[in-house]
């Protein structure tokens, strides 16, 4: 499994776009990208997926270049309600087997107002 | 359901003790996860199901942890003689299969603590 690494942690302020960047130099032909974001008390829930280019959807965006060994999640005019922890897994396409994807320790994103 | 349920929300258990954590996940979802959460770290995979067939049983980190999915919908994780290193948030997911774009949905998860 192609192993992520991430920022350990990013401070913002409101009204900020932010972009996390996660390297993932092993990723595998077949490999999607996917990000989460986790806030206290709850489980991940699921931000964004992709697997080249850009993917943009009412909450994020993903940059994925060429060669796929690194993407940026990125985050248009945070507000303190964006505060979490943003994760980075690389593995196949959820629900077609990727049942072991690593989560890692991700990116404790602070905004400040 | 409109999302995935799990229960007890807490649980606090004495170092010994069995326990049983539930999850329901969406309805007709076929695929199943079971991760372990401990303070500060990210979720790790502990079980997979498809169905009711448990494909992966990798990440248990003992042949204390057992779980079931027996009518491949509600699933048990079971936890015998608690130790206090199992104490974690124990979270569930489900995930449509064969659908490559969509992600897993998680539950609130249960928090363990053992004493």
């Known amino acids: 499994l192609a192993k992520t690494t991430q920022p350990i942690s990013m401070d913002s302020y409101e009204g900020q776009e932010v972009n996390i960047t996660c390297s993932h130099n092993?990723?595998?032909?077949?490999?999607?990208i996917t990000w989460y974001q986790q806030f206290p008390s709850q489980g991940p829930r699921f931000i964004i997926q992709g697997y080249k280019t850009k993917v943009t959807n009412e909450v994020a965006s993903l940059f994925i270049p060429a060669d796929r060994k690194s993407s940026t999640l990125s985050l248009p005019r945070v507000s303190l309600s964006d505060t979490a922890v943003y994760y980075c897994l690389v593995g196949d396409p959820p629900g077609t087997g990727g049942f072991k994807t690593i989560f890692g320790a991700g990116t404790r994103l602070f905004v400040k107002a | 359901g409109a999302g995935v349920s799990q229960s007890p929300r807490y649980k606090v258990a004495k170092r010994g003790q069995d326990v049983a954590l539930r999850c329901d996940p969406i309805?007709?979802?076929?695929?199943l996860f079971w991760y372990q959460q401990a303070l500060g770290q990210g979720p790790e995979f502990l079980t997979y199901f498809q169905n009711e067939a448990q494909l992966d049983k990798s990440g248990l980190p003992s042949d204390r942890f057992f779980a079931e999915r027996p009518e491949g919908s509600v699933s048990t994780l079971k936890i015998q003689r608690t130790q206090q290193e199992d104490s974690a948030v124990y979270l569930c997911?489900?995930?449509?299969?064969?659908?490559?774009?969509?992600?897993?949905?998680f539950g609130s998860g249960t928090r363990l603590t053992v004493v």
């Open positions: 309805s007709g979802h076929v695929s």
């Open positions: 092993n990723i595998a032909t077949n490999d999607y």
């Open positions: 997911a489900s995930s449509q299969s064969g659908q490559g774009n969509y992600g897993y949905t």
